[in-house]
């Protein structure tokens, strides 16, 4: 994964109690900045909803009984 260099400021006892935090858990200060920020930009991200409202002609008259089983044969696999 490409990664790109930032520069950030942070108060001294912040910065002290990361320094700290880093050597208990025995990783790197930059490690556990990268931990940390990644955690943080997963929870604020918004989470994308899937609805799906239409209306199909699958062919199939017992479609709407047997859909979670054709999902699955069809897009459950890697």
């Known amino acids: 994964m490409d990664k790109e260099r ?3 400021l942070l108060e001294k006892d912040v910065m ?3 320094k700290t935090l880093a050597k208990t858990a025995n990783k790197s200060t930059s490690f556990v900045i990268r931990e ?3 955690e943080y930009v997963t929870k604020k991200t918004p989470k994308k909803n899937f609805n799906i409202i239409g209306i199909v002609n699958s062919g199939d ?7 979670e089983g054709y999902l699955k044969n069809n897009y459950g696999k890697d």
């Open 6 to 8: 930032t520069s950030i």
């Open 16 to 18: 002290l109690k990361l």
């Open 61 to 67: 008259s017992h479609f709407a009984e047997n859909d």
């Open 36 to 38: 940390a920020v990644t």
